[in-house]
């Protein structure tokens, strides 16, 4: 190797065993960061409150969303109540086509003249009907009587039953409005009526009830207190007209006219409730209502009212007669009448009757009062005069 060379190899090496020292600001360039400039990140303290704060905020943020909850359901049942309301309180106005249609007759509207007694409460109304046969005409008065709802405003204050050749003459005692649920919703109107010819035997049974001596014919101021106390008393009113009905030979009739569109099954089902609610306990004198007869009976009275509607303002009248048969006849779409059928168990009619004249619970209490009102100014009377008054 050349003298050169071999002298420069050695001081290449000679510089990399002892290497010059560098420069102070040479130092702070490569030098790593003092450690104190870098802290090491440290874990923070545990905190034992954690899962309850967690717990809190869970918590508020579940009744927060409860609260809306309730809110809107609140909110949900006013719109409803709302709308009930209105719907039962206001009735709508009738359409153009309404108006301009000729007024429709109720085929149960009898012409005469008022009657003394009956009804009380409420002026009395007269229409006049003028008609024409061949080359005469006549005049009718026809008394009507106001039931206090704009949907069924009358009720006739005489009617006769459908198919009555004779046609015999039925008496208005008492109505009234039969309502359902807390906010009074109006269902149908309920009139009761009286063969006029069978009111003094409703007379004799009353007065005999009320009056101290055997043989009265009338009753006293003492004693007609005393009757219209028992009849409103729900146990000795139920058991008074319960004896009264039991008895037979009393015509009358239930005349029914809903005050919106409804069905046949609603109104059995408020019926059957009643049948089923007196029967479950034993009647006057022990009476029972457990035996196979009195079953069929009421499945007949069901199947009477199996299916089919009421339309609003249409009429349905059950008829009792005087031995207690039960038959239902309702007003067809053309203004003619469909007799539906007949429960000859005296008992099914006595009961349904019973669910509007008395107990605890009546169907009808307005027509109760009605009711006791109207028998109230037959007994004023004496016994057989008040069927006289028909002019």
Request: aromatic letters at 6%; proline letters at 8%.
């Amino acid at each position: 190797m050349p003298p050169r060379i071999s002298s420069t190899m050695r001081l290449f090496t000679h510089s990399l065993r002892n290497p010059p020292p560098l420069h102070p600001s040479h130092t702070r360039l490569f030098s790593a960061p003092p450690r104190a400039a870098f802290p090491q990140p440290t874990a923070p303290p545990h905190n034992p409150l954690d899962p309850i704060a967690r717990h809190r905020l869970e918590t508020q943020v579940r009744a927060h969303y409860t609260r809306r909850n309730y809110y809107a359901a609140t909110g949900a049942a006013l719109c409803m109540l709302a709308t009930l309301v209105l719907v039962s309180t206001y009735d709508l106005p009738p359409t153009p086509e309404q108006c301009d249609a000729p007024p429709r007759r109720d085929p149960s509207l009898e012409p005469g003249a008022a009657l003394v007694g009956g009804v009380s409460g409420g002026a009395e109304v007269r229409l006049t009907d003028t008609g024409t046969t061949g080359s005469s005409s006549k005049h009718e008065e026809m008394p009507q009587v106001p039931t206090g709802t704009s949907s069924v405003p009358y009720f006739p204050k005489t009617l006769s039953l459908p198919g009555d050749a004779a046609n015999e003459p039925y008496q208005l005692v008492g109505l009234g409005i039969r309502t359902v649920s807390f906010l009074a919703i109006q269902v149908y109107v309920v009139g009761l009526y009286v063969a006029t010819a069978d009111i003094a035997t409703l007379q004799a049974r009353l007065v005999r009830a009320a009056a101290s001596a055997e043989a009265a014919s009338t009753l006293v101021a003492g004693e007609k207190d005393a009757l219209r106390q028992t009849l409103l008393d729900p146990r000795r009113g139920e058991e008074l007209w319960d004896g009264v009905l039991k008895q037979g030979g009393i015509r009358s009739v239930l005349r029914i006219v809903p005050t919106r569109n409804t069905d046949f099954g609603h109104l059995r089902d408020g019926w059957v409730r009643g049948i089923t609610a007196r029967s479950q306990r034993p009647g006057v004198g022990g009476e029972r209502f457990e035996d196979e007869g009195f079953g069929e009976a009421v499945g007949r009275f069901k199947a009477l009212f199996g299916r089919g509607s009421v339309g609003k303002g249409k009429v349905l009248m059950l008829e009792r007669g005087g031995d207690g048969v039960l038959g239902a006849w309702v007003e067809g779409e053309m203004g003619g009448w469909e007799r539906m059928g007949e429960v000859r168990d005296e008992r099914v009619g006595r009961l349904v009757w019973l669910g509007y004249l008395g107990g605890k619970k009546v169907a009808s209490e307005a027509a109760r009062q009605s009711v006791v009102d109207g028998v109230m100014g037959f007994v004023e009377r004496p016994v057989g005069t008040v069927e006289t008054q028909v002019v």
